[in-house]
T-cell receptor
Framework: NAGVTQTPKFQVLKTGQSMTLQCAQD?????MSWYRQDPGMGLRLIHY???????DQGEVPNGYNVSRSTTEDFPLRLLSAAPSQTSVYFC???????????FGSGSQLCFL | GQNIDQPTEMTATEGAIVQINCTYQ??????LFWYQQHAGEAPTFLSY??LDGLEEKGRFSSFLSRSKGYSYLLLKELQMKDSASYLC??????????WGAGTKLIIKP
């Protein structure tokens, strides 16, 4: 059982660089989401999707882009990376948006 | 605004019982979740409460009082592996999860 697969686990970025965090789930979940986790703060929702072809903004969407072309995949794109985007990022999925979340293993983004 | 409050850190002894509290003020309520997160790992689901009362699951129990905006997670027979952060999250009227900052639980032998 793969569950939620998230890559890469760690990435060093330069200001202005673009990159994509990959997320895939094999549980046929309709709901997928991206969070960032910063010290001393709760998880903050970046973007989410309630099904293929549907995406919406969360609490902190600026500087990030998502797409949901298939049920399985939900990549997160950093358009022009900034030091404020230093964080740990988690992809999560659930059958529906009011059910328990299954999380990927996380991606640590750092800046030079 | 919406707010979830939980203690930042708690310490308990192996074999003992600990109660982690969570109070919330949100726009509507559609359920409350507790997740466990070990250092450097992803959160994992522990419990879900949508009705008032106590839900028991092995050594872990979760309580909810919607009228008081209050929940607690009760951990019994503490083990060293229970050292982790415990995250409280409320599903608001728009089915958005509002997360607390988490409670770091330190277990001492």
């Amino acid at each position: 059982n793969a569950g939620v697969t998230q890559t890469p686990k760690f990435q060093v970025l330069k200001t202005g660089q673009s990159m994509t965090l990959q997320c895939a789930q094999d549980m046929n979940h309709e709901y997928m989401s991206w969070y960032r986790q910063d010290p001393g703060m709760g998880l903050r929702l970046i973007h989410y999707s309630v099904g293929a072809g549907i995406t919406d903004q969360g609490e902190v969407p600026n500087g990030y882009n998502v797409s949901r072309s298939t049920t399985e995949d939900f990549p997160l794109r950093l358009l022009s990376a900034a030091p404020s985007q230093t964080s740990v990022y988690f992809c999560a999925s659930s059958r529906q948006e009011n059910e328990k979340l299954f999380f990927g293993s996380g991606s640590q983004l750092c800046f030079l | 605004g919406q707010n979830i409050d939980q203690p930042t850190e708690m310490t308990a002894t192996e074999g003992a019982i600990v109660q982690i509290n969570c109070t919330y003020q949100t726009s509507g309520f559609n359920g409350l979740f507790w997740y466990q997160q070990h250092a450097g790992e992803a959160p994992t689901f522990l419990s879900y409460n949508v009705l008032d009362g106590l839900e028991e699951k092995g050594r872990f129990s979760s309580f909810l009082s919607r009228s008081k905006g209050y929940s607690y997670l009760l951990l019994k027979e503490l083990q060293m592996k229970d050292s982790a952060s415990y995250l409280c999250a409320v599903l608001d009227s728009n089915y958005q999860l509002i997360w607390g900052a988490g409670t770091k639980l330190i277990i001492k032998p």
